[in-house]
């Protein structure tokens, strides 16, 4: 009975340090991202988090203001949403509520004739809305993820 209680003690000991290991990997991976997560209402962190959509800013562009988001979404704003929709973000969630609005200058986007802004619509910390557009007057507007 002893020597069986030994055999399967040793043929368990791998499988339970297997699934530890596992465990320990899949804890690493949620804790890590969730460490990683860019925190918005840091200049190092709208940085960071525009660094991972693929853009690079110049920090010393930024501009700030705290807006309104309009009571409806009709017209130019109802158009803006349908980019926030394609990218995971809703306005009509934040209808009538302030943000705070982040724009800065785009660094590296490859069209270098033309200033292209990013801005960022944070409310509570969180990414509400935002985009990557161009200053001329047949510019451009896309969401966030550099294409």
């Known amino acids: 009975m002893a020597k069986l209680v030994r055999i399967l003690r040793r043929k368990r ?3 339970l340090a297997a699934l530890a290991a596992i465990l320990l990997v899949v804890l690493i991976a949620i804790f890590g991202r969730a460490q990683k997560k860019a925190d918005l209402n840091t200049l190092e962190g709208r940085q960071r988090f525009l660094e991972e959509q ?8 930024e501009k700030h203001k705290t807006v309104r988001i ?28 302030t943000c705070e609005q ?3 200058t785009v660094t590296n986007y490859p069209d270098e004739e033309q200033t292209v ?8 910390g969180k990414l509400i ?3 990557v557009h161009s200053t001329a007057l047949d510019g ?3 969401g966030l993820k550099r294409e």
């Open 70 to 97: 309009p009571v409806s979404l009709d017209g130019v704003i109802a158009d803006y949403n349908d980019i926030q929709l394609q990218q995971g973000c809703d306005l009509s969630k934040h209808l009538g509520q």
């Open 117 to 124: 802004l990013v801005t960022l619509y944070i409310r509570n």
């Open 13 to 15: 000991l791998p499988g």
């Open 140 to 142: 451009f507007m896309q």
């Open 54 to 61: 693929g853009w690079e800013i110049d920090l010393g562009s």
């Open 102 to 104: 982040y724009s800065y």
């Open 129 to 131: 809305a935002g985009d």
